[in-house]
């Protein structure tokens, strides 16, 4: 098990035990375990129980659930737990925003022990006559439930990466002599992700492929193999002969949507009817049989790739020259601040922004003014140090309720540049959420709008802003636009970019880096940039060091 996955083990323990209304000192020692076990480095099921216990605030009993955990896969007090626990009620605790003590309540004075139930509930307005619910309350939980629903069984494409490699590098060792190719939702760069598809040309069987190691197999039809990992990721291996290779491949690598305007343009082109696009074995003789130029996939999901067409060069993850927006230990993150340049280093950026969390952040550890201080001193002393290599003072304002920004003038201009960001208060409706940004936007300071709209895919919808507004707010005050690269971000949606950079702003594709680790998410922010068609020209970070401190400046 990961290190993550054990430190969720904790948190989830914690929250199943104050559900039962167990011993607080208990509960808030497992949360505690949560919170530090995340930030270890080295893989836990490596270390010691002495190294284990050494850890701040993990004694031995933890130490022996994680050893129980590295053994079994389970932790025996929280089956304990779970097993007298509906198994809806444990789903409910799984819902963003809705902590042990509601669903306790829901529970045991509503009677509803399923996220259905509870949904059926809310609808009929009964949540309003318990005590500390109100119709806010029922709105706002309704949202989540829905939400929560509707993202079942879907994944983030960055995160599901790496079981992608995998089944590609399994099917390729079983089936060395096929056309492999990757279609569906991962060639076409999609945010979320429903199923792992691939199209493999000639005769392939059961027996070959799945192993019940690396793939499962559930069942087949005319189309081709069904299956899930053992992750429980479900697969799709659609079969076709090589001669209608190019005809199933375009078929399979764009959106129903596309594929609908292709055919339409293709009619008129031809001043036919229809066309007959099955058995042709390259996808380049399917757009030249229909008189239209080459799409990449990452673009074919409506018809503006046909009626806008794109010559340019989209942008790449090897056009990124800097990491802007990382954290450190200073404030929320995993490694030192020398951690994270020597990363950045070795990974071949150009320059680094260091951007903590601002003071208001306070559940982050948020930078007092003395710290401030204190981190620019460092930041000063590595920049001695690394004369190839310019390390940027920055920080990740907060974003307060009336849209200023965290700290007095006094600091504000000592910055090198600033991140603006929300992080509270994310229940505003669009006026007043938009109004908020756009005052955040005019504060001369502010180089680069963060997040913004604060979502996190499959667990959190953004806060409703005017999008056209705040994107014409930054480019009226020459403030560049964050694509959060997160996986669990991707914020701002890619849809967006192209009015972005109609009206000249420019997009910052930054990790949001809490880790050395998180430093590579650039890649998927960069993949995801690619459907909003951004090139390198327009990316705030693909530019030298050189043009990039012009343009903070």
């Not at 193999?225 to 291996?237: A, D, L, M």
């Not at 005809?247 to 031809?270: C, G, Q, T």
């Not at 309720?401 to 208060?425: C, M, P, R």
Request: net charge neutral; charged share 30%; glycine share 6%.
């Amino acid at each position: 098990m990961t290190n993550k996955q054990i430190a969720t083990a904790f948190s989830d323990l914690a929250k199943i035990m104050e559900l039962h209304s167990e011993n607080p000192f208990k509960i808030r020692s497992y949360s505690s375990a949560y919170l530090t076990l995340r930030k270890v480095e080295q893989p836990l099921i490596e270390m010691s129980d002495e190294e284990i216990t050494a850890l701040k605030g993990v004694g031995k009993t933890i130490a022996g659930k994680i050893r129980e955990l590295h053994e079994s896969g389970k932790m025996m007090t929280y089956e304990k737990y779970r097993e007298k626990t509906p198994p809806g009620v444990v789903d409910m605790l799984k819902v963003n925003g809705f902590g042990p003590k509601k669903v306790k309540v829901v529970w045991k004075e509503l009677g509803a022990e399923s996220i259905g139930e509870l949904l059926y509930a809310c609808n009929e307005n009964r949540l309003v006559e318990i005590k500390g619910f109100g119709q806010k309350t029922q709105t706002e939980l309704i949202k989540k439930l829905e939400l929560f629903l509707n993202s079942q069984d879907k994944f983030h494409y960055g995160k599901i990466t790496p079981v992608h490699e995998a089944v590609l590098a399994h099917l390729e060792t079983q089936l060395p002599d096929h056309q492999i190719a990757v279609v569906g939702d991962m060639i076409q760069l999609n945010p979320i992700v429903e199923f792992l598809d691939y199209l493999i040309a000639g005769k392939i069987s059961v027996e070959k492929i799945f192993d019940d190691q690396q793939l499962i197999f559930e069942k087949k039809d005319k189309h081709g193999f069904y299956g899930k990992t053992n992750e429980g990721i479900p697969v799709r291996i659609f079969n076709c002969t090589k001669k209608e290779w190019g005809s199933k491949l375009f078929r399979y690598s764009s959106s129903p949507a596309f594929i609908e305007a292709f055919l339409e343009k293709a009619k008129k082109n031809a001043k036919a009817d229809s066309l007959d696009f099955k058995n042709i074995e390259t996808e380049k003789i399917v757009f030249e049989k229909a008189q239209l130029p080459y799409v990449l996939p990452e673009l074919r999901y409506d018809d503006t790739a046909l009626s806008m067409p794109f010559s340019g060069e989209l942008i790449r993850p090897e056009d990124i020259r800097g990491v802007v927006h990382a954290h450190t230990t200073y404030s929320d993150g995993i490694h030192t601040l020398e951690q994270m340049v020597e990363e950045a280093k070795n990974l071949g950026y150009e320059y680094l922004t260091i951007t903590d969390h601002s003071q208001a952040a306070f559940y982050a550890n948020g930078l007092k003014p003395d710290r401030v201080l204190e981190q620019f001193a460092a930041i000063d002393a590595l920049n001695e140090k690394h004369k190839d290599f310019k390390i940027y003072k920055s920080i990740e304002s907060d974003i307060l309720n009336d849209g200023s920004l965290d700290y007095d003038e006094e600091i504000l201009k000592q910055f090198d540049l600033i991140i603006a960001s929300v992080h509270t208060n994310l229940k505003m409706d669009q006026d007043k959420a938009t109004q908020r940004l756009i005052t955040a936007i005019e504060n001369p300071y502010t180089t680069i709008l963060g997040h913004p709209t604060g979502r996190i895919l499959l667990a959190r919808s953004g806060y409703p802003i005017d999008h056209a507004k705040v994107i014409d707010a930054c480019a009226a005050n020459g403030v560049h636009l964050e694509l959060n690269a997160n996986p669990l971000r991707l914020d701002i949606d890619w849809t967006w970019i192209p009015y972005a950079r109609e009206k000249g702003v420019l997009i910052s594709i930054n990790p949001d880096a809490h880790s050395k680790g998180g430093i590579k998410d650039i890649k998927y922010g960069t993949l995801v940039a690619r459907k909003g068609r951004l090139t390198k020209e327009g990316c705030l970070n693909a530019r030298t060091r050189a043009a990039f401190e012009k343009l903070i400046k």
